[in-house]
């Protein structure tokens, strides 16, 4: 039983370290937000395509979760149309940047 518990801990572990293999710059994403800042920017934004949405706040966030969720994004993990054809041109130093940029933003 440890074991399947040890094997299942290496293989999260294993699946995190894309997102953590590229060192974002946080002052080379100030470049890239212009995509980012138009919904995200507007606190309480909320869009309406394809449904009403609250738009979330990225500020603060983890980087970790910002990279996996722009990762989703670009293989068709998460849904959001928009979200999907902005991370689908991100490069995976696009994402760090953006993740360093936006976990330090407040």
Same mark, same amino acid.
């Given at each position: 039983m440890q074991g399947r518990y040890? #094997?299942?801990?290496? *293989?999260?572990?294993?699946?995190a370290w894309p997102a953590l293999a590229v060192e974002g710059d946080a002052e *080379?994403? !100030?470049? !890239?937000i212009s995509?980012? #800042?138009?919904?995200?920017?507007?606190?309480?934004?909320?869009t309406t395509f394809p449904q009403v949405?609250?738009?979330p706040k990225l500020g603060g966030q983890h980087p970790e979760y910002i990279? @996996?969720?722009l990762?989703?994004?670009k @293989?068709?993990?998460?849904?959001h149309p928009t979200m999907q054809g902005v991370a689908g041109g991100l490069s995976d130093q696009d994402m760090a940047?953006? @993740? @360093?940029?936006?976990? *330090?933003a407040r």
């Amino acid at each position: 039983m440890q074991g399947r518990y040890l #094997v299942c801990g290496l *293989a999260l572990a294993a699946s995190a370290w894309p997102a953590l293999a590229v060192e974002g710059d946080a002052e *080379a994403a !100030k470049g !890239k937000i212009s995509m980012c #800042v138009g919904c995200h920017g507007i606190e309480g934004y909320r869009t309406t395509f394809p449904q009403v949405y609250s738009v979330p706040k990225l500020g603060g966030q983890h980087p970790e979760y910002i990279v @996996a969720a722009l990762q989703a994004y670009k @293989a068709g993990e998460r849904s959001h149309p928009t979200m999907q054809g902005v991370a689908g041109g991100l490069s995976d130093q696009d994402m760090a940047d953006l @993740a @360093a940029y936006y976990s *330090a933003a407040r």
